[in-house]
């Protein structure tokens, strides 16, 4: 059974940092995306890395402040959020697909497994 856990949320000051990790098991070979969900809004695409971690993608809302990586072992795929503010407040959420590219990154239902998640509150 594929299984996926978040972890590393909490609560943050605007401007801080923090490092979130997607930890996997009971499957091979899979890209990981990341989501997140604000309180009363939709979920949001964050961004996502394929298996090799040779190509990443990110959302505009988050480009040049979140980099997500993994190394050669591939687990865990970490999610680094720098410079933080209160419009990142959410529940972050990593999930699992066979195939990724920048199109398919996006696409929620192209994901097949999804971990529970982890709160991340940023206050100012």
């Known amino acids: 059974q594929v299984q996926l856990v978040e972890s590393g949320g909490g609560l943050v000051q605007a401007g801080e940092s923090r490092r979130l990790s997607c930890v996997g098991s009971g499957y091979s070979k899979y890209a990981i995306g990341w989501f997140r969900r604000a309180p009363g809004k939709e979920r949001e695409y964050v961004g996502a890395i394929s298996w090799s971690g040779s190509d990443t993608y990110y959302a505009d809302s988050v480009k040049g402040r979140f980099t997500i990586s993994r190394d050669n072992i591939k687990n865990p795929v970490y999610l680094q959020m720098n410079n933080l503010q209160p419009e990142d407040t959410a529940d972050y959420y990593c999930?699992?697909?066979?195939?990724?590219?920048?199109?398919?990154?996006?696409?929620?239902?192209?994901?097949?497994?999804w971990g529970q998640g982890t709160q991340v509150t940023v206050s100012s």
């Open positions: 999930a699992a697909t066979i195939h990724l590219d920048e199109v398919v990154g996006p696409l929620e239902n192209r994901y097949l497994y």
